[in-house]
């Protein structure tokens, strides 16, 4: 993909750049000839995965926090895009800290909102997620199925901010491609469950915790695919508020999963089930969006889940320094 396929943008502002799926993003955008302004608290990003990106003189990284709204807008001075990518990830304890949600998810993106309005910036690309369906009764789940009840502080939070974009789309004039994933893998992949099995493997090899019952239905998607998908949406969906699934074709159960990543370990654990058809409170036991939208577009992903997950266990593998930076 060329620069000018992904364009008219010169300069792309990025707030969670120093995260798992930002950063990949800002390598992307630089290496496409994009002047990107990283906005990062490092709260839970990473300074290392920056080394690259920070040796480009087409990038400036700003170290602030999404609360500090007038540092927020002056940051964005100059940008004519934004991704805007910051929340919070920690889906699975959310209910332990409620507030963490509001603020990180929905207050920040009115901040962002905020700041692009006083800067004139009228794009944005927004990280939804396949969470605000909640127990979808449709599978899989389209773009327009109706919402049940909320289930995740988490989900709800990016519903929310979802309908201040739209908002603020119709009533300042912006545009918005905003993007449900899946659960995204790949490399600079720190949280979330392949992460979790590594770890529980690498401190005991002969038995794996497992939450619920392993029968749980998941879908993945590689990051790279991600990323291509979100910049191909932006070149040719231009309409007020564009709205896209982000997945695969397919779904694997929790247990698919813990066999591919002790298949490539080559270890043989007791498994040993928490019991109950879902891993925690909001956990939703089926995930499998429909991405018919995306396609018609052109879109395929490159990678199936099985192969996502394995070059996630390779990095971590490689990189086993990120286990001691996650708690």
């Not at 920070?54 to 709204?69: I, K, P, Y």
């Not at 993007?179 to 794996?208: N, W």
């Not at 979100?230 to 929790?254: K, P, Q, S």
Request: with cysteine; charged share 20%.
């Amino acid at each position: 993909m060329t620069a000018s396929s992904v364009h008219p943008y010169r300069v792309a502002f990025v707030t969670g750049a120093a995260g798992f799926i930002g950063s990949i993003l800002v390598d992307r955008l630089l290496a496409e000839h994009v002047e990107v302004i990283g906005y990062d608290d490092f709260s839970t990003g990473m300074r290392e995965f920056l080394a690259d990106a920070q040796t480009h003189s087409g990038f400036t990284l700003v170290e602030a926090d999404m609360l500090e709204a007038e540092r927020l807008a002056r940051a964005m001075k100059g940008c004519d895009v934004v991704f805007h990518l910051a929340a919070n990830a920690d889906v699975r304890f959310g209910l332990q800290h409620p507030r963490k949600d509001l603020e990180q998810g929905t207050i920040a993106t009115f901040n962002v909102l905020e700041a692009m309005r006083a800067n004139g910036v009228k794009d944005i690309a927004f990280s939804s997620t396949g969470s605000i369906y909640g127990e979808a009764e449709v599978i899989p789940t389209p773009e327009d199925a109706p919402f049940p009840v909320q289930t995740s502080l988490y989900g709800a939070s990016k519903l929310a901010a979802e309908g201040l974009i739209g908002a603020y789309c119709e009533g300042f004039g912006m545009r918005s491609w905003i993007f449900r994933f899946v659960s995204i893998v790949g490399e600079r992949y720190t949280h979330g469950h392949v992460f979790d099995f590594y770890k529980k493997l690498l401190a005991d090899p002969k038995q794996l915790p497992v939450l619920g019952d392993g029968h749980q239905r998941k879908s993945y998607l590689y990051v790279q695919d991600c990323i291509d998908a979100m910049l191909l949406a932006m070149t040719h969906a231009r309409g007020n508020v564009n709205i896209f699934n982000l997945g695969t074709d397919e779904y694997c159960t929790v247990d698919d999963s813990i066999g591919w990543i002790c298949g490539y370990l080559g270890l043989a654990p007791k498994r040993i089930y928490a019991g109950g058809d879902r891993g925690w409170v909001g956990d939703n036991p089926f995930i499998h969006l429909d991405v018919q939208r995306i396609h018609a577009l052109g879109w395929r992903a490159r990678l199936g889940i099985q192969e996502g997950i394995l070059r996630t266990i390779a990095w971590l593998a490689q990189n086993r320094w990120v286990l001691d930076r996650r708690t």
